[in-house]
Structures are given as C-alpha cells and as structure tokens.
C-alpha cells in the first residue's frame, strides 16, 4: 500500500460545502467503476462494521441508486441518489438524500460532484458536496467525516486486492 497518496477533507461551513480529495494507487477505470458499480461500491461504500445494499442502481442522467446502510442489528438507513450529470471516466454529479424505505426523501438533501484524473498509474477524486442547508451539515458532520475517511479507506484497499487480480 502506497502511503504517500494525497488525501484531503476540508469542510467551508460558511459556504456549507466539503470538499474531499483523495488519491488511490490504481488505474482510471478501475476507480470509476468502484464509484459507478453497485456491485463494487456495496463492497466499500459503508464504514465497518456496517453494510451496504444496493436496491437498485440506474447510472445515467436522471438515473437513480437506492441503497442502504445497514447496521449490525439489521437497522436501515436508506439513502436516494438521482444522477444528474455524467461524463464518462472524468465525472459525474447526483443529488443525494436520505429517505425511509419507500423512497420518500427527507429534504433538504445534498449536491455531490466527483471528478477523476490520472497520472502516473494513480487516480486522483475530487468531491465537492454542497449542502442547501447549513443545519443539516452541522448536524450530519461529525459522523459523516468519519465515516467518509473509513470508506475511502476500504476503497484503498479494495482497490489493492482488486489490482493484484
């Protein structure tokens, strides 16, 4: 595992955004499709020990993923994602909001952008998160920092185990 890959999380309250960039040792393709597969991103998307479920997953533009966090206790916390821009390999951009079980969502939600570029055999993502409400990103941050940091870790090394195939 290379340890001198770029990882930044910075949050600008003030502009109620977070920005992520985090650099993985694997190729373009192989990163894009642990973003845009659900049967990739079920494997690294929920910290431990939580999982995650895909429902169902339609990536394109007004397409949507429906998935869930699911705890040890069995305990579920649904999540909607409409896409709602996509160009292949460098980005893609969703709305996303937390939801009960019958996909009703509880707005306000959040605007997430990903973009992704290579070099040199590594992959750099950025992610720009930009929250409509100031007070669901003071209520969401602590946990959510976390979390983030522990699924981009996953990633790595799902990424790692991947590549060695």
Do not use: C
């Not at 109620?16 to 985090?22: E, G, N, S, W």
């Not at 049967?39 to 431990?48: G, H, R």
């Not at 305990?75 to 969703?94: D, G, H």
Request: charged share 25%.
């Amino acid at each position: 595992m290379n340890t001198n890959l770029l990882f930044d999380f910075t949050v600008d309250k003030a502009a109620k955004t977070v920005y992520i960039t985090r650099e993985f040792d694997a190729g373009l393709s192989l990163v894009w499709d642990a973003f845009t597969k659900a049967e990739i991103l079920d494997q690294w998307l929920a910290p431990k020990p939580w999982t995650s479920k895909t429902k169902y997953m339609d990536f394109k533009v007004g397409g949507k993923r429906f998935y869930a966090m699911v705890s040890p206790e069995g305990l579920e916390r649904w999540v909607i994602q409409e896409y709602t821009s996509i160009s292949p390999q460098t980005n893609f951009k969703m709305y996303n909001a937390f939801a009960d079980a019958a996909e009703n969502p509880e707005l306000p939600g959040s605007e997430w952008d990903h973009s992704f570029s290579e070099q040199d055999g590594k992959t750099k993502v950025s992610i720009v998160i930009y929250n409509e409400s100031f007070e669901r990103l003071e209520r969401l941050l602590d946990g959510f920092t976390q979390g983030m940091k522990m699924a981009l870790g996953n990633l790595e090394n799902l990424l790692a185990a991947l590549s060695k195939k």
